[in-house]
């Protein structure tokens, strides 16, 4: 009862404080007096996706230096009719979200502060969350569309005092960069492998989806990526991009890009591109790959999850590779973790032995805690080294990883990739709470009505009430009282009956809205989160000749494909210990093989390798475990050079 005494005062103060706001600029309460002027812009390239879940952009308020009050007012109004303000939007320090409102020919957000106020020459950046209209996806339209800040009477912000309800700041008309992009197309892109030796080849795929609500024609990649270098890595065009453009894009339809490049030097690569129909009136952000590692000894960093909340763990992986000839000793990883990052186990192993030429690779992990506000940023960086024989470091020296972003709230969805056309598919949505009230509605929606609902289950410690409805399918979880905590997550399934049945490789946004215990069930969400769901046309299945080796011992691996790719497609195959030979392989009738040796000699922290085969987006795995024995029970047993020495 206090709780809602007290969201009724806040309610009240703040209809009182916009009705003094109001009288204010009517002139019929207050000799109203202008103090100064402000901007308000938003960084260059600023641009959101047609039916991303919601999007969130810092808006940067600057009192010029010319004014003579400060400001601790900050009103910011966005087209009603395109636009809603989540509630989970971000204040700087000192500052308040005082209030939101979506309705009423208004879409707005209210930011406020009694203790740190914007000085003449300064500026605060506020961060806002959007969401389509009455919580929907962005909405779209026929080709790319320009917003624009909606500022009403332009006196959005108020100065702090004693004569707070007196005065204004007016907008500078000049300066300000108050407008962004809702882009029609989606695009993604990827390079593998993450690793590979001076001459090898690497794959970059481009998928993109037309987001608008029409056909788009002629919809092809801005020409080649552009490529982003360290240390003496280069790449050469080899193919591509296969095919050149689609002539015709029917709206959510997509289509991938590919294009094959041989690697030259040592370092990292970054492939970069976006896309656009033929007029270029419909285009794509920006998208880039992960960095491929390019030398004789590499190394790539990993950080999952990549979204997260303030004191979530995530895990770091270290992969090392051996493109070489000859084989690597005693390898020991050196991290460099961000500040905001506290050590909670690793590395793990705390050396490599040996790592054979021709490939091979293994790992070491590390599990970090990150804190930090929302919208803090993390990024690891580090390298191996060979610490007997040459010494030599891996490169690129430093590796960097993925970006680790803290939001209020975080979804991770298990499994990432479903074949198509697949039966029966539950997928597994995990919600991690970090806001200031638990949870107690969690609404799914599919992207379209390709996805079939079968059923769904799932809460915390007990069963959710799950409703359903909509063109396409909402699933609704609603608790009263098996909360998801601050501080917790819960997991929430829903199972298709049938996925979409793609021609290629196609990613689907699902929509995740939530409830606090604060918000109205039927009133606005507290925040809209989205996630990938990628629909392949490939599924592989993956088998080992021998699940258990002895020391220097090997399997044969065969990965099969379908549909048949045709022969001579490539499968790219990464392990995390042992020696993979050879990496990629060409199919016929469908098949690619590889052998697996296990490591020589035996080490005790080394007792298994996961070994995955990968092709156009399908994947599969198989774990082999390493024995303590002295003879091989397969294979043809190969002595290490240490040995023969001896």
């Not at 499994?415 to 609404?443: C, H, W």
């Not at 069930?521 to 989205?530: I, K, M, V, W």
């Not at 021998?546 to 399997?555: K, M």
């Amino acid at each position: 009862m206090k709780g809602r005494h007290k969201a009724v005062k806040t309610i009240l103060t703040v209809m009182l404080f916009l009705a003094l706001f109001a009288a204010v600029f009517s002139g019929s309460a207050f000799a109203a007096s202008r103090v100064g002027y402000y901007t308000i812009t938003l960084p260059a390239d600023t641009a959101t996706t047609m039916g991303d879940s919601s999007f969130t952009m810092p808006i940067t308020v600057n009192n010029l230096a010319t004014s003579t009050g400060s400001i601790a007012y900050v009103r910011l109004e966005f087209n009603t009719s395109i636009y809603d303000v989540s509630l989970s939007g971000s204040p700087p320090s000192g500052w308040t979200l005082a209030n939101t409102n979506n309705g009423e020919g208004h879409a707005f957000v209210l930011f406020t502060t009694t203790t740190t106020p914007i000085a003449p020459g300064g500026s605060q950046t506020f961060t806002v969350t959007l969401t389509g209209r009455s919580a929907t996806n962005i909405f779209s339209a026929a080709s790319d569309q320009t917003d624009t800040l909606d500022y009403g009477s332009n006196r959005t912000v108020m100065t702090v005092g004693p004569s707070f309800n007196n005065n204004y700041f007016d907008k500078n008309a000049t300066g300000n960069a108050d407008t962004w992009k809702r882009k029609a197309l989606y695009s993604s892109i990827s390079a593998t492998p993450a690793s590979i030796g001076s001459g090898g080849t690497i794959t970059v795929i481009q998928t993109v989806v037309n987001r608008s609500n029409t056909t788009l024609n002629n919809v092809q990649p801005v020409g080649n990526p552009t490529i982003t270098t360290t240390g003496t890595a280069g790449a050469t065009l080899l193919s591509g991009p296969a095919p050149s453009s689609v002539a015709s894009m029917a709206a959510g339809a997509s289509e991938t890009f590919t294009w094959t490049y041989t690697a030259s030097g040592s370092g990292s690569l970054q492939f970069c591109n976006s896309a656009r129909n033929g007029t270029s009136t419909a285009t794509s952000k920006n998208s880039c790959s992960g960095y491929v590692a390019v030398g004789d000894f590499t190394a790539y960093l990993t950080v999952t999850p990549s979204q997260i909340v303030n004191g979530q763990s995530v895990t770091v992986t270290m992969t090392v590779t051996n493109n070489g000839s000859a084989s690597i000793h005693n390898i020991r990883p050196t991290l460099n973790p961000p500040a905001g990052s506290t050590n909670v186990s690793g590395p793990t192993p705390a050396s490599i032995g040996n790592l054979a030429g021709g490939g091979a690779s293994s790992t070491f992990q590390w599990v970090y805690t990150l804190t930090g506000s929302v919208g803090t940023t993390f990024t690891f960086s580090g390298y191996a080294r060979d610490q007997n024989d040459t010494g030599q470091y891996s490169l690129p020296n430093p590796t960097y990883s993925n970006q680790v972003v803290i939001s209020a709230y975080s979804v991770s969805v298990s499994p990432t990739d479903v074949p198509s056309g697949s039966a029966n598919v539950t997928l597994a949505f995990t919600v991690i709470n970090n806001g200031g009230y638990p949870l107690r509605q969690i609404k799914i929606t599919s992207p379209n009505t390709s996805f079939v609902y079968n059923a769904a289950s799932g809460g915390c410690s007990g069963a959710w009430t799950v409703t359903t409805g909509g063109t396409p399918t909402w699933t609704n979880f609603w608790t009263g009282a098996d909360y998801v905590p601050v501080g917790g997550s819960c997991t929430f399934s829903v199972n298709y009956s049938s996925v979409p049945t793609v021609s290629s490789n196609t990613d689907y946004n699902f929509r995740l809205d939530i409830w606090d215990t604060q918000t109205p069930t039927n009133g606005e969400p507290r925040a809209s989160l989205g996630v990938i769901v990628k629909i392949t046309v490939y599924t592989i299945a993956l088998v080992a000749g021998e699940y258990s080796l002895n020391p220097n011992c090997v399997t044969t691996l065969t990965a099969t494909v379908s549909p048949d790719p045709g022969d001579g497609s490539i499968v790219n195959f990464l392990e995390t210990a042992g020696t993979l030979d050879p990496h990629t392989s060409a199919t016929t009738s469908a098949q690619a093989q590889s052998t697996l040796r296990a490591p020589y000699p035996y080490s005790a922290s080394i007792t298994s390798a996961d070994v995955t085969a990968s092709y156009s987006g399908g994947s599969d795995g198989v774990t082999i475990t390493f024995l303590n024995g002295t003879a091989c029970a397969t294979g043809v047993r190969i002595l290490d050079w240490r040995e023969v020495i001896r």
